[in-house]
């Protein structure tokens, strides 16, 4: 039993040492922004799911 909550514990050290390694290595990105978010961008809205977009809440405030 010990050896099995060894192994595993190594498994997870190892996975938290990948994590950390990933979340270092982000930096700003590089190249061209893909076409859907430049789009996005031009309409002032921002991508998400939930997230009212600027014609409805300008809807909204317009008739209360």
């Known amino acids: 039993m010990?050896?099995?909550?060894?192994a595993e514990r190594e498994q997870i050290e190892e996975a938290i040492l990948s994590l950390e390694?990933?979340?270092r290595?982000?930096?700003?990105?590089?190249g061209r922004p893909p076409s859907w978010l430049t789009?996005?961008?031009?309409?002032?809205?921002?991508?998400?799911?939930?997230?009212p977009s600027?014609?409805?809440?300008?809807?909204?405030?317009?008739t209360t």
């Open 2 to 6: 010990l050896a099995e909550l060894r």
């Open 21 to 23: 390694r990933l979340a």
């Open 25 to 30: 290595g982000r930096g700003k990105r590089r």
């Open 39 to 51: 789009e996005m961008r031009k309409v002032g809205t921002k991508p998400g799911p939930g997230r």
């Open 54 to 62: 600027k014609a409805a809440s300008q809807a909204k405030s317009a």
